[in-house]
């Protein structure tokens, strides 16, 4: 399959530790840290291609070394970045994320991101792919509400869409996205933002408030794997059991992951599997493209997992 991929791209500054959030006035130390490509979008996109799909980035960054860096890394992982402008006026936005075992937190400077506008999109940037896919909605808000217009021309050319929202900074949730959802096959919101879109704390009851029975929402639940609506009753896959290095980027993989299977049209168990597999494989190196899966790897994942055996045997 052919992606199409539009949206975000940042610099990611990962700084691992246990010593959690700095004080003020007052210092930390971090036990690790690296410096490397970020953007939900561009990781899911470099997992696709790691899954042996062929992805191109539509987006727009400042023309510095930040850019220059991000660009670089995303053509050494197989994306196509023709279509990525570089434009002097901008600053590329950048992401620190603050990471222990169990969780992240990010400080980010946007940017570039907030600039992007489906005007600037031309239809023939549409040519020859066969799915659309879009990351970070609620921080991109120079496509608010282009998003619906994006997603519908998507649509009108045959092609097959997915959007993962990603948080919300501003707490509100709302931006226009109920009019994009109609033209969105599978939406890919985690346990927290689903309970943002929603107003629900129960991702089952969260699952059903979005039905409209036409796009598949998939919630990530973390360690506890994720959950989909079939035929109205939550099927979960749990997550295989993995020493966490780094979770930056885990939902992203798994976003690669269950699309892979997704596009393929398994059964929706099997790409559950797969989306689980691809983002524990993800967390045990730093960074969101450090350890990123082939089908291979994640099947063997998979084999290796009790928690995978105890769900086929079902």
Known sequence: MRV???????????????????????????????????????????????????????????????????????????LGVSMVKLDPALKTGITVSIASQND???ISYL??????????IPDDAFA??????????????????????????AKERGMTT?????CDPAGEWQSYIDRVLPYVDVFLPNEMELAG???EHDPVRGLRSLANGRTLTIVKLGPQGAMALVENEPLRVPAPAVDVVDPTGAGDCFNAGFLHG???????????????????????????TGAQATEAEAMALLTEAVEFKEVARQ
């Open 4 to 78: 199409l991929l539009v949206g975000e791209i940042n610099l990611d500054i990962i700084l691992q530790g246990d010593g959690g959030l700095p004080i003020a006035g007052r210092e930390i130390l971090v036990r690790d840290c690296a410096m490397t490509l970020g953007s939900s979008c561009a990781i899911t996109g470099a997992g696709l291609v790691r899954l042996g799909h062929q992805a191109s980035y539509f987006g727009r960054m400042g023309a510095d070394p930040a850019a220059r860096l991000c660009v670089e890394w995303m053509a050494g992982l197989g």
């Open 128 to 153: 020859g792919f066969d799915h659309l896919h879009c990351s970070s909605y609620f921080i991109q808000t120079g496509m608010h509400p282009g998003f619906e217009d994006l997603y519908r021309r």
């Open 111 to 120: 940017g570039a991101t907030t600039v992007l506008r489906a005007a600037d």
């Open 162 to 166: 997915s959007l993962d929202p990603a």
């Open 262 to 288: 997704w596009l393929e049209r398994r059964p929706i168990r099997d790409a559950l599997a797969l989306g689980v597999a691809c983002g524990s494989f993800s967390i045990r190196a730093l960074g969101g």
């Open 104 to 106: 992240r937190s990010l």
């Open 197 to 199: 879109i929603t107003h």
